[in-house]
C-alpha cells in the first residue's frame, strides 16, 4: 500500500519528475509513493530518476496508456 | 551535500521555445540533486525580465512544423509572429507542457542559482531592477569559477 500518491495524469516532462520529487521530499525513508503519469517518456525517466537519487522504483506497469509507479523514499 | 553533482548552464536564447531547454535541465538536475547554476547572458536575459514577453518566430526556422504551409513571403507579414505564439502556447497548454512562469519559478524554488551576465545587461541597457529578484551580476570569471567544478557543462 502506497504511503502517499501523485496523479501525473496530463502532464508533460519535465513535470511529473518535478511533482514527484516535491513529494517524496515530504515523505519519510521508507515510505511509498504511487504516481499515475499519462507521459510515455515517464516510464524511462522514472526509472532514471530512481537509479540517480537513491529512491527504488518498487513497480511499474501500464494500462491503457496510464502508467503507475510505485517508488520508496530510501536515504 | 559533499558530493553532489553540479551542473552549470549558459542560456543564451530569448525566444519562447529556446527558453525551456535551459529551464527543463535546470530543474530536472535539481530534482536530481544536483546543484545548478545558469548563467543567462545575451538574449537570455529576457527569460529573466520581470516583464517577459517570449515570443516564437517561424522565420528562418524551417524545422517548426507549421498547421498548413507556410511561404517564407507569408511569415514576416505583421502579427504572424504574434499568432504563432499564441497558437504554440495554446498547443503546449494542450499537451500538458509547463509555462515558462512556471519553470522558473520552479527552479527558483529548487535552489537553482541564476547569474546574470553584467556586460549584456549594460549592452541592452537593462536595470537590475528589469529583471527578477535573487540574480548575481557578474562575468566571464565568474562563470569558470563555476564551470571548472561542475560535473556537466552545457552551452545553450
Known amino acids: 500500500m502506497a504511503d502517499s500518491t501523485l496523479d501525473a ?17 515530504g515523505m519519510s525513508n521508507g515510505q511509498v509513493l504511487a504516481i499515475e503519469a499519462t507521459d510515455p517518456g515517464s516510464a524511462k525517466d522514472f526509472e532514471s ?21 510505485e517508488i520508496k523514499k530510501k536515504g | 551535500m559533499a ?12 525566444t519562447l521555445d529556446f527558453a525551456y531547454p535551459p529551464l527543463i535541465l535546470a530543474t530536472t538536475a535539481a530534482a536530481l540533486d544536483y546543484e545548478v547554476t545558469i548563467f543567462w547572458t545575451f538574449y537570455g536575459l529576457q527569460v529573466v525580465k520581470k516583464e517577459r514577453d517570449l515570443k516564437i518566430s517561424p522565420l528562418g526556422n524551417p524545422g517548426m512544423p507549421m498547421p498548413v504551409p507556410m511561404p ?13 505564439t499564441v497558437m504554440m502556447k495554446q498547443k503546449m497548454a494542450s499537451k500538458g ?24 545587461v549594460d549592452l541592452f541597457d537593462f536595470k537590475h531592477s528589469d529583471l527578477i529578484d535573487g540574480l548575481e551580476f557578474a562575468g566571464a570569471a565568474r562563470f569558470f569559477e563555476i564551470a571548472q567544478d561542475a560535473d556537466i557543462t552545457l552551452f545553450i
Do not use: H
Not at chain 1, 49 to 69: H, I
Not at chain 2, 3 to 14: E, V
Open chain 2, 72 to 84: 517564407v513571403l507569408v511569415q514576416v507579414l505583421p502579427g504572424m509572429e504574434a499568432m504563432a
Open chain 1, 49 to 69: 530518476f530512481c537509479v540517480q537519487t537513491g529512491n527504488e522504483l518498487v513497480k511499474a506497469s501500464e494500462n491503457n496508456g496510464v502508467f503507475y509507479y
Open chain 1, 9 to 25: 495524469k496530463g502532464l508533460n516532462c519535465p513535470l511529473p519528475i518535478l511533482r514527484a520529487k516535491k513529494a517524496l521530499k
Open chain 2, 97 to 120: 507542457v509547463a509555462s515558462i512562469d512556471s519553470l522558473l519559478e520552479m527552479a527558483i524554488e529548487s535552489e537553482v542559482k541564476m547569474i546574470a551576465c553584467q556586460m549584456t
Open chain 2, 3 to 14: 558530493n553532489q553533482k553540479k551542473l552549470a548552464i549558459i542560456a543564451t536564447k530569448g
